[in-house]
């Protein structure tokens, strides 16, 4: 169960594939959701459809990122509840850009702390995320990395997007939703002092924004002309083989995010080959481990010239590719999924009902 189903969405594409485990090994397995796009109107089901079997022995997984109705909701079901965090953004963030998702983190935060004595086991993509339920109370806790699915990933890239940017200029990358926390306007101050560097270079912002009129958006478009920076393009949500060229197209992703819960564009750049420089914060070097570069300050001119070495020498992006490919080995969706059934074994072997008397490893 969780709160949205949206084609694309890693939270959802994760539901969707234990879903599918869950019927290999045996299991009748079901999706819900509050809201959902026409999309998947086939895959998924309202969650108010959802009806608990008479002996109570079901086991509800709940992925929790936003305060929601389904957040309140699971509490009341006579289920075996576990629940999978993908980290709640601190609300401070949006007070001042958007008040409606700060009331949801706000309520999301709530419901994190009130379904602890509801939970059989709560997993959670990161360590940061797993340290993080410890801190609010939860004492049955583990580790299940975000899967990720290397044939998806093998769909041909939009011909119109490789045409557009394919003509040999530098292209920095970053993907993800426009919004306070990931910092875009870091992003862009660092190609601010890049294109001093190389001219013939261009940045481009990939991911939506919560809403068509958002405050934060219209200042990063304002940064941007007050900046005089040609080549600064928000590409919005795009279809699935657009984001595929992006990738294909990109010299370097460029991280700046202060807060991440697991951040799956890493992934998605390890897949292709694209070296990363990301700041050091929250979730970010534990998905990353021992690959890419990590930076623990926001030196503008000292990021640009670290972009130019590693677009420049082949040598070192070939060694820093190669620790990622590496890396990236750790998600791969069938060790994730053993990872998964070993959870699932031993909570089968726990009590018919209850959050109490189950012991998680922590990882």
Excluded at 41 to 67: N, Q
Aim: hydrophobic share 40%.
């Amino acid at each position: 169960m969780l709160v949205g189903a949206v084609p694309g969405d890693a939270i959802c594409d994760e539901a969707l594939l234990i879903r599918d485990n869950l019927r290999q090994w045996g299991y009748d397995s079901q999706v819900y959701a509050e809201s959902i796009h026409p999309a998947l109107a086939k895959e998924v089901l309202p969650y108010r459809r959802y009806r608990c079997r008479e002996r109570g022995d079901d086991f509800l997984f709940f992925h929790h990122s936003i305060g929601s109705e389904v957040g309140d909701y699971v509490k009341s079901l006579p289920v075996r509840l576990i629940l999978i965090y993908h980290n709640i953004t601190p609300p401070g963030y949006f007070k001042d850009v958007d008040a409606h998702i700060h009331e949801q983190m706000m309520r999301g935060r709530k419901q994190l702390e009130g379904l602890k004595d509801h939970v059989l086991l709560a997993l959670a993509d990161s360590e940061f995320n797993r340290q993080e339920l410890s801190k609010v109370g939860y004492d049955r806790t583990g580790v299940l990395p975000l899967p990720f699915d290397v044939q998806r990933y093998q769909t041909p890239p939009s011909e119109e997007v490789m045409k557009r940017f394919g003509d040999g200029s530098v292209n920095i990358l970053f993907v993800g939703r426009v919004a306070p926390n990931k910092r875009q306007e870091d992003v862009i101050k660092t190609f601010y002092y890049y294109k001093r560097i190389n001219p013939r270079s261009r940045l481009l912002l990939v991911g939506s924004s919560w809403d068509p009129g958002d405050i934060y958006l219209k200042w990063l478009q304002g940064l941007v002309a007050y900046l005089g920076l040609a080549d600064v393009h928000f590409c919005g949500h795009v279809p699935f083989e657009e984001l595929v060229a992006y990738y294909r197209l990109a010299d370097l992703f460029l991280c700046m995010s202060e807060h991440e819960g697991f951040s799956k564009p890493l992934l998605e750049s390890m897949y292709f080959g694209v070296p990363i420089v990301a700041y050091s914060s929250t979730a970010v070097p534990y998905t990353l481990g021992d690959s890419g570069i990590l930076i623990s300050e926001k030196r503008y001119d000292f990021i640009a010239e670290l972009i130019e070495l590693l677009v420049t020498d082949e040598g070192l992006k070939q060694r820093i590719v190669a620790k990622q490919r590496e890396r990236l080995r750790e998600f791969e969706k069938e060790k994730v999924m053993s990872i998964l059934q070993g959870y699932i074994e031993e909570a089968v072997s726990g009590p018919a009902y209850g959050p109490r008397g189950m012991h998680a490893k922590e990882v």
